[in-house]
Antibody, heavy 121, light 108 residues
Framework: EVQLLESGGGLVQSGGSLRLSCAAS????????MNWVRQAPGKGLEWVSG????????YYADSMRGRFTVSRDNSNDTLYLHMNRLRAEDTAVYYC??????????????WGQGTLVTVSS | EIVMTQSPATLSVSPGERAALSCRAS??????LAWYQQKPGQAPRLLIY???TRATGIPARFSGSGSGTEFTLTISSLQSEDFAVYYC??????????FGPGTKVDIK
């Protein structure tokens, strides 16, 4: 059974940093791209970032590029999102999402339960 | 970036009735379109991929149609557990993967 367990969310001041983690199990982690999708309170879904199975290719939404860094540790089946220069508009639930294939494309059949990041101004 | 729009924003339906939700892409996404259902406090659940293929375990009352820029999610006979928010997502041109703003289906 695929399981994705996020952690690392919390309250941070504007301009601060935070690192989210996602522990994966139930599948061959290094064979699949992984993504982060976020949802601001009461709002819709927004794709944030993705990384290929080997970690060699990374992708970002324009508003996060340069502030967020996605990475993965395939020896420990863990996905990370390093978030810097956080803004109030980054306040959201961040979901860890399993990609369809090695290189990040596709639809998302498996989602974690989400971790809440709150940025105070 | 491909912009996804959904209509209506809210759809009020009685249990047992049929619901049709619309999703439109700003340019063709071929059949690379997925639908998700989200209930309060829960992660989204994949319903449909490839515009018309039901995901594992999804009841037959959910069906998807369309290609190019116009898509429809149809729920043939609404059950109580179907009242939720529905999102479409394109995965044809990326990054970024883009979602529609959602359609809320509530009880009439």
């Amino acid at each position: 059974e695929v399981q994705l367990l996020e952690s690392g969310g919390g309250l941070v001041q504007s301009g601060g940093s935070l690192r989210l983690s996602c522990a994966a199990s139930g599948f061959t982690f290094n064979s699949y791209a992984m993504n982060w999708v976020r949802q601001a309170p009461g709002k819709g879904l927004e794709w944030v970032s993705g990384v290929s199975g080997g970690g060699d290719n990374t992708y970002y939404a324009d508003s996060m590029r340069g502030r967020f860094t996605v990475s993965r540790d395939n020896s420990n089946d863990t996905l990370y999102l390093h978030m810097n220069r956080l803004r109030a508009e980054d306040t959201a639930v961040y979901y860890c999402v399993k990609g369809l294939n090695y290189d990040s494309g596709g639809y998302y059949a498996y989602w974690g339960q989400g971790t809440l990041v709150t940025v105070s101004s | 970036e491909i912009v996804m729009t959904q209509s209506p924003a809210t759809l009020s339906v009685s249990p047992g009735e049929r619901a049709a939700l619309s999703c439109r892409a700003s340019q063709s996404v071929s059949s690379n379109l997925a639908w998700y259902q989200q209930k309060p406090g829960q992660a989204p659940r994949l319903l449909i991929y490839g515009a018309s293929t039901r995901a594992t375990g999804i009841p037959a009352r959910f069906s998807g149609s369309g290609s190019g820029t116009e898509f429809t999610l149809t729920i043939s006979s609404l059950q109580s557990e179907d009242f939720a928010v529905y999102y479409c997502q394109q995965y044809n041109n990326w990054p970024p993967f883009t979602f529609g703003p959602g359609t809320k289906v509530d009880i009439k």
